[in-house]
């Protein structure tokens, strides 16, 4: 059970707030999701290049490991450390020649999220604690997705904490408890699927990258989840150039929209979005059950 | 929302939650301050619960969830949207929503009336036990779920699963209805349900404005009253 | 010529005379059997762990002169008026409704003597309840049936019950024939009609959102009373935990042989875990959020005597709660009654079609005619003579143990006599070093 949050920008001003709107917007949402919090922002992409976010053990030194992989690869290789993530920008055909250096080189880091501008974060610990751990108030971006977490059936883990990465630029995060997810879970191991816990958030985000592999479109793939997944869940999917929004026919997980001309903004509870810019004249609706949205720039 | 000159105003951005309750709940009988505005609400939980005092509270913006929760005998005007379950409970009085509510509204309401000049989410006037509920817009789906006894009145439109499992509450639709729940059937339209509908429609300030022919009912088949095999699918 | 021998008629362990009559009720009626109760059937419990009394290692206490303490306090952790009771036994919720009122006045004036409180039930509170007993604690149920503000400011306790253990995942049943005018008026439904209730709360699912709730209750009552949040066992690691982080003062968990008024007899006996597997894991949780003693854990479901009693506080409850054995000592299935459970085509001690509301010991009907069979002031008095000896009993183990306070009892007090026991308890199987189950994480 959680809370989560979601923004995307319509004008430049709203870009260069984007962390410091989605971090009040995260602790916001403390009380509903105090174990956790994670969060993915579409920062500005670098021509040509691929971001891949890591997480590793407190401390870990990321500009010696950035030094060591540029004996590896080819092209340049950028990092910015943030706590106990940092971002590696390598050229996109080194996308994969990076991800096998690093695990012969550093196996203990995890591989959070790779995308063109997807960097993403997630820690245990309380929502403001996360974000300030990850500077996310300082960050910019076309667009970003947030949670909070209260752990359910699982344990309180950093790998259980959302958003959980469901391929290239795009990540899952989801309100909810699914109640088929064991039986799922079994049957994408079959189909070669990898999983780091228990937790029934995962399993849904597997799930929609299997379908993505199959060739469906986000729409469809979400579409397919409402007769394949049971449950209650809404779930929010970032995406490179947008978000989709997705909640289960009986709905009791609440879920408030809102949109201006400056902004469209997602969040669990209405007081997520009462400090946005705007928010008095903005249209505040809540999505329809069973039903997918999608907000993308290029449309 | 209107300045008052003799309202009581309580600003939420330095006062609490606890703080306003708080007074609202001391208000002796002889109490004049009968008139209270609450400025910068901004989505917070809770407001303007357990009311019993025959006052007037208005809500400068959006609330959150449960709303004028357990209300009884005031009146709350809320100039903005409600969250969940907004006068869950209600047992008198007048909540009047300007904007638009979240799921639940008016859940297990006893009595009392709630006013939403624009949508319902799902679920409204759910489990409701003898309250008035009117709706300007549409509502949700799963509306007056088991609804035991009162009235949901709406001018719009409504979603899936209308009445499902309802006992003995009147619903009055004038827009189109998805589809009806279990045991939930169309009824003729008697001249004693027009009076009712009038007697509702006035309640929320829109007498004469609407032509209550223009409604039509529904209600319990009371084929669930008492179990029997044959009706075991509707379960 | 001899006659061959003929083997002796064998009936079937899987097809037993019940499952058959099972069989061929559902066959001539096509509804599911309705009943009142818990779980009948034999389940690991309370009787599979004994106390290691003191020996040359421990020393025992003395009778009557050196203290042992029962005393406990509920909903230390946010309510400014926390409950102090006299013995960590509580009567559990029962309704109006499925109860008389004869009864629910009896239960009040029992468990006002003995110094604890009684809980209201799917129906109310009924002023019979609140007059006389000294500590009430209301419930708020899916139903929310005669839920009202003034009766909320008047409990001295808030309990939102998600489930119990008869039932998890189920709500609330009242046949037509319990429906009398009285109920249906405090239910607002139609008399004489089958009651339908929800399974789920109608404007909050899902801890986040009960946190909310549980907030607004709060509100409701200027953060005066405790609020229990009490759940079916099912998953009680997690519900304990969400329960917490959900703003809880006191965790109520009822396990499958806790009773109910009425539901399907499949529900009782197939869904929701033993108490004794509940305990443990609750008890983790709170540990684990650093909330154990804080945040009070109440126990229920099948509770019988002072032995159960201390057992469960020595597993760590701080307290329980009984239901069925209440109604027991009120006069429930009393074989004096024998002629009468005859002609209902059972016999005392197995009578549980409380649903009919025709129950020949006046607890479990609206027929004002049995009903007045039961005198709330000796029916009262018994209550509280049952109370006060369970109370002596687990004292009496306590002393045996060498302890100052119930609550000093301790999980190494006891031991299992039965693998399955040990494992669900966490102790020792007898004799060994062996707790079964914890080695795998």
């Not at chain 2, 609490?16 to 910068?40: C, E, K």
Request: net charge negative.
């Amino acid at each position: 059970m959680c809370g989560i949050v979601g923004l995307f920008a319509k004008d430049a001003a709203i870009q260069m707030e984007l962390g410091a709107h989605l971090a009040r917007m995260l602790a916001s949402m403390s009380d509903r999701g105090p174990d956790s919090a994670g969060f993915a922002v579409y920062a500005p992409p670098v021509e040509g290049a691929v971001k891949l976010t890591l997480r590793g053990p407190a401390g870990y030194d990321f500009v010696a490991l950035a030094a060591a992989l540029r004996g590896r690869l080819w092209g340049t290789v950028a990092v910015q450390p943030r706590g106990t993530h940092a971002v590696l920008v390598v050229a996109a055909t080194e996308a994969v020649a990076a991800r096998d250096a690093l695990a012969t080189m550093a196996p203990e880091l995890v591989v959070v999220g790779i995308g063109c501008s997807m960097e993403l974060y997630k820690e245990v610990g309380p929502p403001a604690e996360v974000a300030r751990q990850f500077q996310l108030a300082d960050m910019q971006g076309s667009h970003g997705i947030g949670h909070t977490r209260m752990a359910t059936e699982s344990a309180v883990t950093t790998d259980g904490a959302h958003p959980y990465s469901t391929g290239l630029d795009q990540c899952l995060v989801h309100n909810g408890s699914l109640s088929n997810h064991n039986t799922l879970r079994r049957e994408l191991r079959r189909l070669g699927y990898g999983f780091d816990t228990e937790n029934d958030t995962e399993v849904a985000a597997v799930y929609l990258t299997a379908k993505l592999h199959e060739g469906l479109s986000l729409d469809a793939a979400l579409r397919g989840s409402l007769d394949d997944l049971d449950g209650f869940y809404t779930f929010v999917v970032g995406t490179e150039t947008g978000f989709a929004v997705l909640r289960d026919p009986i709905a009791c997980k609440p879920a408030v929209m809102a949109e201006t001309d400056r902004f469209v903004a997602f969040g669990t509870e209405y007081r997520a979005l009462a400090d946005l810019p705007g928010i008095e004249q903005a249209r505040v609706w809540e999505p329809e059950p069973a039903t997918v949205y999608q907000w993308d720039r290029r449309a | 929302m209107k300045q008052r000159a003799f309202a009581r105003v309580i600003d939420l951005g330095q006062a609490s939650v606890r703080d306003l309750n708080q007074a609202l709940h001391d208000l002796g009988p002889d109490s004049n301050a009968t008139h209270w505005q609450v400025l910068n609400p901004r989505g917070r939980h809770a407001l303007a619960v357990g009311v019993d005092a025959e006052v007037t509270i208005e809500i400068a913006g959006h609330a959150g969830y449960y709303c004028a929760g357990m209300n009884k005998r005031a009146t709350v005007v809320v100039h903005g949207n409600v969250g969940v379950g907004a006068a869950e409970n209600m047992m008198s009085g007048l909540v009047h929503v300007r904007g638009d509510a979240s799921q639940a509204a008016g859940a297990t309401a006893r009595g009392g009336t709630l006013v939403i000049d624009g949508n319902a989410a799902a679920r409204c006037g759910i489990s409701l036990k003898g309250g008035d509920i009117v709706v300007k817009g549409s509502v949700g789906h799963m509306s007056a779920f088991m609804a035991q006894a009162g009235t949901l009145v709406v001018l719009g439109d409504a979603g899936d699963s209308l009445g499902d499992s309802i006992y003995e509450a009147h619903l009055y639709v004038r827009g189109t209805v998805a589809g009806l729940g279990a045991d939930c059937i169309e009824k003729p339209l008697a001249d004693r349900h027009r009076a009712e509908l009038h007697a509702k429609l006035q309640l929320a300030g829109l007498a004469g404005q609407v032509d209550v022919g223009a409604f039509r009912r529904y209600g319990s088949a009371r084929q669930l009253y008492h179990f029997h095999v044959d009706h075991a699918d509707a379960y | 010529m001899d006659e061959t021998p003929r083997t002796p008629p064998r009936l079937s362990a899987t097809f037993d005379a019940h499952v058959l009559a099972e069989i061929r009720r559902a066959a001539a009626t096509g509804i599911y059997d309705i009943r009142g109760a818990g779980a009948k059937r034999k389940l690991p419990h309370f009787d599979d762990l004994v106390f290691l009394g003191a020996s040359i290692s421990r020393y025992p206490l003395e009778g009557y002169r050196e203290r042992c303490g029962t005393d406990v306090m509920l909903g230390t952790r946010f309510a400014k008026q926390p409950i102090a009771l006299k013995i960590p036994i509580t009567i559990a919720g029962m309704s109006f409704g499925s109860l008389s009122a004869q009864a629910k006045e009896a239960l009040g004036r029992g468990a006002s003597i003995a110094g604890t409180s009684t809980t209201t039930g799917d129906g109310g509170m009924t002023n019979e309840e609140r007059t006389h007993s000294q500590t009430l604690v209301y419930q708020v149920l899916p139903s929310r049936y005669g839920m009202n503000p003034d009766d909320l400011r008047r409990a001295d306790a808030i309990e939102v019950v998600v489930g119990q253990g008869a039932k998890p995942g189920g709500g609330g049943m009242l046949l037509g024939q319990k429906v009398s005018e009285r109920v249906a008026g405090m239910r607002n439904l139609p008399a004489g009609i089958d009651q339908r209730s929800a399974s789920r709360h109608p404007d909050w699912t899902g801890p986040d959102d009960l946190q909310i709730k549980i907030e607004e209750l709060r509100e409701i009552t200027d953060w005066q009373k405790p609020v229990y949040v009490k759940v079916g066992a099912s998953r009680p690691y997690y519900d304990t935990a969400l329960a917490v982080k959900a703003g809880a003062d006191v965790v109520v968990i009822d396990g499958m042989q806790g009773g109910t008024a009425a539901t399907q007899d499949v529900f009782l006996e197939n869904v929701g875990i033993p108490t004794l597997a509940a305990i443990r894991p609750a008890v983790r949780a709170l540990q684990e959020l650093g909330m154990y003693r804080k945040v009070q854990l109440i126990i229920s479901g099948g509770v019988r005597n002072g032995a159960d009693v201390a057992k469960a506080l020595a597993l760590g409850a701080d307290a329980v709660s009984i239901g069925t054995a209440a109604l027991v000592a009120l006069g429930d299935n009393d074989p004096a009654l024998e002629a009468e459970y005859q002609r209902l085509g059972t016999t005392a001690g197995a009578y549980d079609d409380w649903h009919e509301g025709r129950d020949p010991a006046g607890i479990t009907t609206q027929d004002p005619a049995l009903a007045a069979r039961l005198d709330p002031v000796l029916a009262g008095r018994r209550l509280a003579n049952y109370l006060a000896v369970m109370t002596l009993e687990a004292q009496t183990i306590a002393r045996a143990c060498g302890k100052s306070h119930l609550h000093k009892l301790e999980p190494e007090d006891l031991v299992a006599l039965t693998i399955e026991a040990a494992a669900m308890a966490g102790v020792k199987l007898a004799g060994t070093e062996w707790i079964p189950g914890q080695g795998a994480s």
